[in-house]
């Protein structure tokens, strides 16, 4: 045997041990030159027993002998009785002897540390040898503690299998124990530069590197890392590609922790999910979108209980007389350290925590009260279109706090309109469409909001009856230079007064697209050009005017 300092043995197509290097023979407990001549078979336990012969099975029946080498986890049956799992690599003996193949073993167990203490046995996993999340936890924290002085950072790269479940279920519990294995394996051997290798739970690797790594190093290293983990992966008959998901967390050693760092780092593992899987996403030094949500959600709490939201008003005008004819009212929210923030924000955060209720209850109460109190001031009121989440429509007092609302405001029926939109319509449509006919026969309109951007189904304008189509700003805001969008805006008017429903034009933000609505016949318009939406004292002007005036005041 030539290289001496590797260990490898040379197996007959019998399985006898024909050659072993003195390393080979250390790793067994061997004395030197005590392995050959015995059968690879007795040296290994009976898992790997069974991996052994179907690999022998397989290169025996293969048309063309397989040229390059494959990996597979064996325990060596050592000479003292103990068990030592290693990585074995095959091939083919080049020397043309039919058969004969080369086997070189990597313990799994012998592992450098980073920063050069060593891990107490507690702290590895016993399936793949590799530290565990705990020792994972021990190594970041030495890392880190380390970097401090040197101003270092610590990265962390997070790897998690595809679709590993359906190995498990498809193939079973040792199949998919052995893919762990393997992939543990391969990574510890080939990673070595890139990192310290860990597995942190069922299917998650993780590499956690030392050092400031550009964002540049990172993205030449991880094709390389996610190439390696695809190569197949034989077991018994079995061959298997798995892929993963990456995700990549950097911090300065003095900002970070285990935890900011894991949390980070399985973020974006779960951001390359999302992507279509077998990608990889770096979290950037932003807040996390979840972690947000949570301080969104606290904080949007407060400022409805302790009274800082409110509502603003956009006028919509009669395209024929000019004068306005209703106002729609916005949720509007400052926080003294967000600044403003859009309702296209925090709505659906008040939608999945559980918030909306209150929040829609508070904005029809508010609603309704401005239009008593421009009634009492100024004699006159327009209807106020209240925009309504899915959320609150589905929920079983939403009917009987409208009432209430009004009753209590006294506000007639007829001054408060709802806009739904298209998506809400989706989720419960029967329930939706009695409530809406409910809500008709009391007087209250309903408008489909966002036309033409969710689904379009034309049978909710069949069920639902809506007194109002409002279309969505996206297609208006391009009428005057897309023919395609021009189309769109004169079907969705045409086929809305088929059904006896008035359409309103959003986002009108020119006089040449008001001449254009005016030409295509729809009835009302709303958007920049005439306002924006402003608060309710901004808006006395324009409801001291008689509605005769066609002129609308300028802003104030
Ligand atoms: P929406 O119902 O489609 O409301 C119209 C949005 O378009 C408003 O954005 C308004 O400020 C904006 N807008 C009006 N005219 C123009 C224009 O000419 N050009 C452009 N580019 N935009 C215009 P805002 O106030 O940011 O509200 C965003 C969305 O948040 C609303 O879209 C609505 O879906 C939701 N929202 C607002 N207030 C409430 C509320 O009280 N309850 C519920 N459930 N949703 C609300
Ligand atoms: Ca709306
Ligand atoms: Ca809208």
Known sequence: MSSLDICQLYVAACGMIDDASPSAAALFGAPPGTLQGQLLLDRVDAPSREQLRGLWRRWSQAPVKPAGSCEHTLTALRSDGSRLPCLGTFRLAGDGEAGRFVLRLQPLAERPLLGGAQLPESLHDPLTGLPNRRGARELIEAALQMGVRAAESVSVVCIDLDNFRSINEGYGHDVAEEVLRCVGARLRQRALGLGRVCRTAGDEFLVIRRGSTSEEEMR????????????????????????????????????????????????????????????????????????????????????????????????????????????????????????????????????????????GAWSLEQACRQSASWLARHGTTRPIAVNVSAVQLQRGEFEEDLLRILRECSVQPGMLELEVTESALIHDSAHLAALSLRLRELGVGVAIDDFGTGYSNLLYLKHFHPAKIKIDRSFVHTMASTAEDRAIVRAVIDLAHAIGARVVAEGVESGEVVRMLGELGCDEAQGYHYARPCAAQGLSAWLERESSSAALPPMP
Not at 272 to 288: C, E, H, M, Q, V
Not at 303 to 309: I, M, S
Not at 317 to 330: I, P, S, Y
Request: proline share 5%; glycine share 8%.
């Open 220 to 359: 030449r290293l991880l094709p390389q890392l996610m190439r390696w983990i695809q190569e197949p992966i034989e077991v018994g008959d079995e061959t298997l590609i798995v892929t993963a998901s990456v995700g990549v967390a950097t911090h300065d050693c003095a900002a970070g922790s285990f935890d900011a760092l894991m949390q980070r780092a399985g973020y974006a593992m779960s951001r390359a999910k999302r992507l279509g899987r077998n990608t990889w996403y770096f979290a950037s030094r932003d807040p996390i979108p979840c972690l947000q949500h949570q301080a969104l959600k606290t904080r949007l709490y407060r400022a409805l209980e302790q009274g800082r939201l409110a509502l603003h008003y956009q006028p919509i005008v009669d395209l024929r007389t000019g004068e306005v004819r209703a106002f729609e009212a916005l949720m509007r929210w400052h926080d003294e350290q967000l600044g403003e923030v859009s309702p296209a924000r925090f709505i659906p955060v008040a939608e999945e925590s559980g918030l909306m209720g209150a929040l």
